[in-house]
C-alpha cells in the first residue's frame, strides 16, 4: 500500500518542483536579462563591470561584512551555553525560551526599530551628564555602528534557535558532558571538546542563516540612517538601476553558492562519520 501511494505521489511531486523552480528562477532570469540587455545596445556586461568600481560598494560591503561576522560571534557565544544548559540542567524551561527566541518573528523589524530610536534618542536627552552618553555615542558609531549588531542578534535568534535545537536533539549531550567530566575536564572544556565538535553542521547552518539575515537587512538600518550593503543597493537603484540589479543577482548567486557548499560540506561530513561508525 506505501509503495502503491508513494507511485501515485511521485507525478506530483514533479508538479510541485516545476511549479517551484519557475516562481523561483523566472524573476532572476528577469534580472539577469535587464542587467546584459541595453536598449539600443544589445549585450553588454557593463553593469558587472562597474561594480567593484561604485561608489559606496567595497565600503558598504565590508561593513555588513564586519556586522554579520560580529553578529554571528555575539548571537553563537550566547546561545550556545545556554541551549546547552538549558537541556542539561533545565529542560522544563524549553517551552519558555523557544517562546522568547521567537518572539522576532511575531514582532515586525519596523516595530522594533521604532523602539529602538525612541530609546537612542531619549538617552542622551536625559543621560547627557552621566557616563552613559559616551555609550550612546559609541553604539551609533557609523564606521561601526554596535546598535545594528544588537539588533541583528535579536533578529537572528528564532533561526539560530531551530538550527542549534536541531543539531542537540541529534546528539546525546548529557552523555558526552558526563563522560568528558569522568576525565577530568571542566564544563567548559567539556563544551569545547565534546560537543562543539558534534555540533559543527548545525553551528554552520545558524552560521549561515544569521549571515544572509545580515547581508539582507535593510528596515533596521535604513530607518536608523546607517548604509550597509542592503541599503547601498536600494540608494544606488535610483541612480543606476542595472548596477543595483546586477549586484543583488550577483550577491542571490554568491548566497545559493554558498549554501550548497554548505549543504555539500555537511553531507560529505555525515557520511564520514556513518562510514567511521561501520
Given at each position: 500500500m506505501a509503495r502503491v501511494t508513494t507511485a501515485?505521489?511521485?507525478?506530483?511531486r514533479g508538479v510541485v518542483l516545476a511549479f517551484a523552480a519557475i516562481y523561483f528562477l523566472v524573476p532572476l532570469?528577469?534580472?539577469a536579462i535587464f542587467t546584459v540587455d541595453v536598449p539600443g545596445q544589445g549585450f553588454t556586461l557593463d553593469a558587472y563591470g562597474q561594480i567593484f568600481a561604485a561608489e559606496?560598494?567595497?565600503t558598504s560591503l565590508l561593513l555588513s561584512l564586519e556586522l554579520a561576522a560580529a553578529t554571528v560571534l555575539v548571537v553563537l557565544l550566547l546561545m550556545v551555553p545556554a541551549m546547552v544548559a538549558l537541556r542539561l540542567s533545565a529542560p522544563r524551561l524549553r517551552p519558555l525560551v523557544e517562546v522568547v527566541c521567537s518572539l522576532p518573528l511575531v514582532v515586525p523589524p519596523i516595530?522594533?526599530?521604532a523602539g529602538v530610536r525612541t530609546v537612542l534618542g531619549w538617552g542622551p536627552e536625559y543621560l547627557s551628564s552621566t557616563p552613559l552618553f559616551q555609550t550612546f555615542v559609541a553604539v551609533q558609531n557609523p564606521d561601526?555602528?554596535?546598535v545594528l549588531v544588537l539588533t541583528d542578534v535579536v533578529m537572528a535568534l528564532p533561526f539560530v534557535y531551530r538550527a542549534l535545537d536541531a543539531g542537540l536533539r541529534a546528539i546525546d549531550v548529557r552523555t558526552l558532558v558526563e563522560a568528558a567530566r569522568s576525565c577530568g575536564a571542566s564544563y567548559p572544556r567539556a563544551l569545547i571538546s565534546t560537543v562543539l565538535p558534534n555540533l559543527r553542521g548545525a553551528l554552520l547552518n545558524a552560521s549561515f542563516l544569521t549571515l544572509a539575515l545580515v547581508l539582507g537587512e535593510f528596515?533596521?538600518?535604513s530607518l536608523l540612517g546607517f548604509q550597509p550593503f542592503a541599503v547601498w543597493i536600494v540608494t544606488a537603484s535610483g541612480s543606476q538601476a542595472q548596477l543595483s540589479v546586477a549586484v543583488s543577482v550577483l550577491s542571490l548567486l554568491v548566497t545559493w553558492a554558498l549554501l550548497l557548499a554548505l549543504t555539500a560540506f555537511s553531507g560529505r561530513r555525515s557520511s564520514t562519520r556513518t562510514a567511521s561508525q561501520e
Open positions: 501515485r505521489l511521485r507525478p506530483w532570469a528577469a534580472s559606496g560598494f567595497t516595530a522594533l526599530v561601526f555602528p554596535v528596515t533596521v538600518a
